[in-house]
């Protein structure tokens, strides 16, 4: 898919953006999944699905360092995140990167309006002025124009997502990570959201990757997916979920697309 | 509920057979009214066949469904069932697929004094450890001076300091004057009741001001930090900051640390004098006049005296501070344990307070001070 590279990384060299090689992780003597590898390109919306309890998350806290793999080795924009020189290279990787989480995980005794400035307050030198110009336009882009006053505490489960998207995309970076952004959201407002991811990769030439089990929302922002199963304790599909739907012959699969009982 | 409706049970031997037979509502209530006598049944009938005559029963729910699996299982070989209904018998099937076994029963924790010594040890190997990060984020604070936000450090020095200001001139004022009191009682019959006045002086300013300044600290704002904090962890806030490449330690930890340290010398400082109030009453009303008292306390009190109490509450409130902001980042999962951690940073804050000044007392000793 074409896309503006105006916002994505320097090293745009037409290597992936992500590259995950026989990554794992075990809790205590409880494999979570093992051996999962797969690469994310640039300017894509990339899909992590499945079922509850799968590692999904987990996963997803590999990928931004909020956690060693127990095996396996991630790389960020080319940088190695994992092993020993990983903990050299996160602070580097981090600040290229966007993370939404499922909650929103906004700061309680900040206003929407702070939260969005504190990336650019700790990471440039704009005058604070400008920090809230420019917050004020990331809430406008994600519908919360007139909500930059309020406390996260006052907001709505489908705002305080997208307060977390404004937040994540604060600094432009070139790689977002959003955790269920329509989990427990109405349909309406769930394809809000899905709309706006679209948008945002349109405009901003992001990266995406998002971890979810909304079928409607998977069918309508992915260009590509990896399924991850429990029993399997790994990916058990991987490409285009329209072309998954229609033509996997996998179980498991088969029976998440087509909302039948395991 | 309808008694008429209830469960009922009839026992039957017929030679190698057992027959169960039940009548009336297999409900929740209906179940627990049969349950024992029918348990007890079925395990006397281990040696015969089973079986269960469902002909009477109205109703069966998934309580009486569960109750006849249980039956079945305590029987401990396969029960017959008849004259069931289609319902109940599609019933029996889902619940027969539900049904899991039991997990095995954890066995109780035993008193292990080693697993204790070792648990403790890695406590203290974790609490010197989390000292060293927080020391190390106080060496790198000129390169993160931006993540210090001196807003928050007054946001907390005014919920840790000026907020407790009144508990604070209440609990010293009492302690003074229960002090002044206790201690005026025996002293009078030696005649020695002027001395009263140098002794809570001397005790308030060394030992009592910072030590319940330390408690009050701990009840009130480390307790406070942990659950901000752990709030902040069950929430995903922290891995957020984390994200964003901010040190949690910097942006959540030493603005506590310093907010505390601020304001913890004030703390003890009124509380002596709220102290000194209270035993000033006492004394008055035993008959000294203020004068007196007032040359009482000047002649025996030094500034060492209050330095070091003050120095002594310094590292009492950092401990404090740094005990609640550890059990914060240490928050499991769930709202549980939020106030798990609470209590942690309580117990932990007092602990440390009474270790630190165990210390203090031995160091304070050998230097003559």
């Known amino acids: 898919m074409s896309v503006s590279a105006a916002n994505t990384s320097s090293r745009d060299t037409g290597e992936p953006i992500i590259r995950a090689t026989g990554v794992g992780q075990r809790f205590g003597d409880r494999t979570i999944f093992h051996d999962v590898s797969f690469e994310v390109a640039r300017g894509e919306v990339f899909v992590i699905l499945g079922g509850s309890g799968c590692g999904k998350s987990t996963l997803l806290k590999l990928l931004v360092g909020l956690r060693a793999p127990t095996e396996g080795s991630i790389e960020i924009d080319g940088q190695e995140i994992t092993g ?40 440039t030198d704009l005058p604070p002025e400008a920090c809230q110009e420019i917050a004020r336009m990331k809430l406008g882009l994600v519908g919360l124009g007139e909500a930059t006053g309020l406390m996260p505490a006052e907001i ?13 995309m604060a600094l432009d970076p070139p790689l977002l990570f959003l955790d269920e952004p329509s989990a427990g959201l109405d349909p ?50 991987t490409g285009d979920p329209r072309v998954l739907r229609d033509t996997s012959t996998q179980p498991t699969v088969r029976a998440f697309f087509r909302r039948e009982a395991a | 509920m309808d008694s008429a409706a209830k469960a009922s049970m009839d026992i039957y031997q017929d030679g190698v057979t057992a027959r169960l037979a039940f009548a009336g ?68 099937d889902r619940a027969r697929k539900a049904h899991r076994p039991p997990p095995a029963p954890v066995p109780p924790a035993r008193f292990d004094p080693m697993a204790m010594a070792v648990a403790g040890t890695k406590a203290a190997a974790e609490g010197i450890a989390f000292i060293g990060e927080a020391v190390l984020a106080a060496i790198h604070l000129p390169s993160r001076r931006r993540m210090l936000r001196v807003r928050d450090i ?7 300091g ?55 600290l701990s009840g009130r704002t480390g307790s406070a930090f942990a659950a901000e904090i752990g709030t902040m962890k069950v929430n995903e806030e922290v891995d957020a900051l984390t994200t ?60 060492g005296d209050l330095i070091g109490g003050l120095f002594k509450g310094l590292c009492f409130g ?33 602990v440390a307070t009474i270790f630190l000044d165990g210390m203090f007392a031995v160091v304070f000793y050998r230097l003559n001070l």
């Not at chain 2, 007054?154 to 840790?160: G, H, K, L, N």
């Not at chain 2, 209590?343 to 007092?350: L, S």
């Open chain 1, 84 to 123: 020993p020189e990983g903990e050299a290279h996160l602070p580097t990787v981090l600040r290229q990167i966007g993370v939404m989480f499922q909650s929103g995980a906004l700061f309680g005794s900040m206003t929407l309006l702070e939260n969005v400035m504190l990336p650019l307050e700790m990471y």
């Open chain 1, 156 to 168: 709505s489960g489908g705002m305080a997502k997208r307060a977390g998207i404004a937040r994540a």
């Open chain 1, 188 to 237: 309406i407002t769930s394809a809000g959201l899905d709309r706006l991811i679209l948008d945002l990769r349109q405009d901003l030439g992001a990266t995406f990757v998002v971890v979810t089990h909304e079928l409607a929302s998977i069918l309508a922002i992915a260009d590509r997916c990896i399924m991850l199963d429990k029993t399997a304790q790994g990916i058990i599909a």
């Open chain 2, 25 to 92: 509502k297999l409900d929740a209530e209906g179940a627990g009214a049969v349950w024992r006598e029918a348990m007890h049944a079925a395990a006397h009938a281990r040696m015969h066949e089973l079986l269960v005559d469902l002909h009477h029963v109205s109703t069966c729910d998934m309580a009486g469904a569960a109750f006849l699996l249980a039956l079945e299982a305590e029987h401990g070989g396969v029960a017959r069932f008849i004259g069931e209904s289609s319902s109940i018998d599609a019933l029996l």
């Open chain 2, 154 to 160: 007054w946001r907390y020095a005014d919920q840790a």
């Open chain 2, 162 to 216: 000026v907020r407790a200001i009144p508990l604070i001139v209440l609990m010293g004022y009492l302690i003074g004057l229960i002090l002044a009191f206790q201690s005026a009682v025996p002293m009078r019959r030696f005649g020695a009741d002027i001395y009263v006045a140098n002794l809570v002086a001397i005790a308030l300013l060394r030992e009592l001001g910072p030590l319940l300044a330390a408690v009050i």
């Open chain 2, 244 to 303: 964003m490449g901010l040190d949690p330690m910097t942006m959540l930890v030493l603005p506590r640390m310093i907010a505390v340290a601020l304001v913890m010398p004030a703390m003890i400082i009124i509380l002596d004098f709220a102290g000194l109030a209270g035993m000033t009453t006492v004394m008055v009303g035993f008959g000294f006049p203020m004068e007196t008292v007032s040359i009482q306390v000047k002649s025996w009190v030094t500034a």
């Open chain 2, 318 to 350: 950092l401990a404090v501070a740094a005990v609640g902001c550890r059990a914060g980042l240490n928050t499991g999962v769930g709202p549980r344990a939020v106030g798990l951690s609470a209590t942690a940073a309580v117990v932990g804050g007092i």
